[in-house]
Every structure is written in structure tokens, then in C-alpha cells.
């Protein structure tokens, strides 16, 4: 079976590389990239060059569509994007060499209208045929409610299919609450979904399974450097990566959920999926280009992370 990826807010990614990054300041850039963006877009393009077929979906604006449709040609995605009037946004990332920190500047993007709505969900419909795993990724577009992930989640799930789902805020809350498969929320997210600070790995892996008790079968929370929890109702694993030359963070989110699907096709268990997991997402950090690199590389990565078992006390309903 295929797999589709749901971007409803794409972006064009704006990369620019400066020595050292200090606010007020004229700076002169050395480097420069444009590259199609948005989490499910990436999604679509590390599950591709894992050798998956995909089809994305999502909204794009007419007048600048070229770049994701050579982009999507180059990688043998099936482009299912429902055309916008107007222009995809374009977010603007810098990156300091010297600190290797990455800053983000996100525009809204293009408001669809209720037409469009309802033809991006024709469209999921007909992409159900055959895709089993449909990846619900990112920020929604002004003018689109909060619950709209939430209801092409019920939706999938009518029809027989799996979800994840690694949004933010009101959309990731309303989300969960229809019970995706998978979910993959940062500290912060899970923070502000819990409304308390999390300081502690137990406090993490508490709040992470107190959201299993609706419907969702594994929550994987990241963590940065200190990797990434995985979650399910008989197990809490911590997989910690190696240190590595961190080049950019972008799109590690982004590898990671492609690695959990990944490793869903494959029918690996949780110890498996979490050094899958933390190995793409490794691999992603070392590299400004956004591509994957050799499985060789990925192999060693994934040799290299630590998993540990924690135990976790249930949250209180």
C-alpha cells in the first residue's frame, strides 16, 4: 500500500547561511537555497527516497507551483495538491554557522476557500483507494479551523485508515482528541498540550501516555539533543543519539515521522522504530542540503543510538 502525506500549508524554504547571526546588524549571506517546504512535503520526499511510494496532498498557489512540481517529478511523488489562486508563502530560515542555530521567519500562507475544502477532501477520499498511512503534518492556513485535522482523522478512520499526525496548538489538541494512530508532539508542544512545564524524562513519558487513552496506539515525543521518547501502552523507550556536527535542525522533525512510518511498513517493534527513528533524524541534522544519505550511513547511525527502557506511572484521568 502507498502512503500520503497532508500539507495544507506548504512553504517555499528560504535557506540563508551567515557566519554569525547578530541581531541589528547588516549581514552578507555566502549561501543561499530555495527548496519546497512544509513537514509533509518533507515527509513525502524522505519516504520516497526510502523507496515508498507517496502521493502529497495539500494546497499550493497556482502562481508559483513550479518548483514543488519539478520537485515532486524529481522524486517520483504523485502530486495531488489542490491549485490556489495566488502565491505558496515563503519562509525565510538563516542559519548561524557559528552558533549552529537556525532561525525561522513563517509568513501565514494562502487562505482556501470552502470549495477548496471540500475538494482537498474528495481528494483524500480517492487517495484512500490506496494508501493505507495518510501523514497529517504542520500548520493550518488562516481562515481553516482548528478541529480540521480532527476531521479528516475521523474521516481516515471511517474508511479503514491509519493516521499520524504532527501538528501544534489547538489543531494538535482537537486532534488527538479524534485518536490518530501515531502522534508525534516536541517537549513544548506537550507542554502547552498539558498546560504544565514537563522537566523530567517521567514527566514526559506521564503526559505522553495519558493521551493513549484516546485511541492513540504510540506517542513519540522529541526531545532534541536528548533524542526522543516512544510511547506505548506497555513500554516507554528513550532512544538517545550520538553526538554529531549539527549543520541545520530543520526537517528533523520531518525524517523522524517519515522513519515511524517506515518502520510501521516494515513491522518493526518499538526498539527498532526508535533507533529507525532517531537514525533519519540524525541524518537530517548533518546535512543543509535536505536530502537523505547512503543507507550505509543510516545503518551506522542507527548502531549508534542507545535505547533504554523507563518506567513510567499512568497519568491520572
Not at 528560504?14 to 512535503?41: E, N, S, Y
Not at 476531521?151 to 489547538?170: F, Q
Not at 507542554?191 to 514526559?204: F, R
Not at 525524517?255 to 540524525?282: F, I, K, N, P
Request: aromatic share 4%; charged share 20%.
Amino acid at each position: 500500500m502507498k502512503v500520503a502525506t497532508v500539507t495544507l500549508n506548504p512553504a517555499i524554504d528560504q535557506t540563508v547561511c551567515v557566519a554569525a547571526l547578530v541581531p541589528g546588524h547588516v549581514h552578507r549571506a555566502h549561501t543561499m537555497l530555495f527548496q519546497a517546504g512544509g513537514k509533509g512535503i518533507n515527509v513525502a520526499a524522505f519516504l520516497a527516497a526510502s523507496g515508498c511510494q507517496v502521493s502529497a496532498t495539500g494546497f499550493l498557489g497556482r502562481e508559483n507551483a513550479t518548483l514543488f512540481e519539478r520537485f515532486f517529478a524529481e522524486r517520483g511523488i504523485v502530486d495531488a495538491f489542490v491549485r490556489l489562486p495566488g502565491q505558496t508563502r515563503i519562509d525565510i530560515k538563516i542559519v548561524d554557522e557559528e552558533r549552529r542555530q537556525t532561525t525561522d521567519i513563517n509568513l501565514p500562507g494562502l487562505a482556501p476557500s470552502e470549495e477548496a475544502l471540500t475538494k482537498l477532501c474528495q481528494t483524500i477520499d480517492e487517495l484512500a483507494a490506496d494508501c493505507r498511512w495518510f501523514v497529517l503534518a504542520g500548520t493550518l492556513p488562516p481562515a481553516v479551523p482548528a478541529s480540521f485535522y480532527a476531521t479528516l482523522i475521523a474521516r481516515l478512520k471511517a474508511l479503514g485508515r491509519l493516521t499520524v499526525l504532527d501538528a501544534s496548538g489547538e489543531a494538535l489538541a482537537q486532534g488527538i482528541l479524534a485518536g490518530p494512530t501515531l502522534v508525534k508532539p516536541n517537549r513544548a508542544e506537550l507542554e502547552q498540550l498539558t498546560g504544565q512545564p514537563l522537566t523530567t524524562l517521567t514527566a514526559v513519558a506521564q503526559a505522553a501516555r495519558s493521551l493513549l487513552r484516546h485511541d492513540i496506539r504510540r506517542v513519540v515525543v522529541s526531545l532534541g539533543e536528548q533524542g526522543a521518547l516512544f510511547v506505548e501502552d506497555e513500554q516507554v523507550l528513550h532512544a538517545v543519539p550520538p553526538e554529531v556536527t549539527v549543520e541545520s535542525t530543520v526537517g528533523a522533525g520531518d525524517a523522524m515521522v517519515a522513519a515511524l512510518v517506515l518502520a510501521e511498513l516494515r513491522g518493526l517493534d518499538l526498539t527498532a522504530s526508535a533507533r529507525l527513528a532517531t537514525a533519519y533524524a540524525l541524518a537530517r541534522i548533518t546535512r543543509l542540503d535536505g536530502a537523505l544519505p547512503p543507507s550505509s550511513v543510516l545503518e551506522h547511525y542507527s548502531e549508534r543510538v542507545q535505547v533504554y527502557s523507563l518506567v513510567a506511572r499512568p497519568a491520572e484521568e
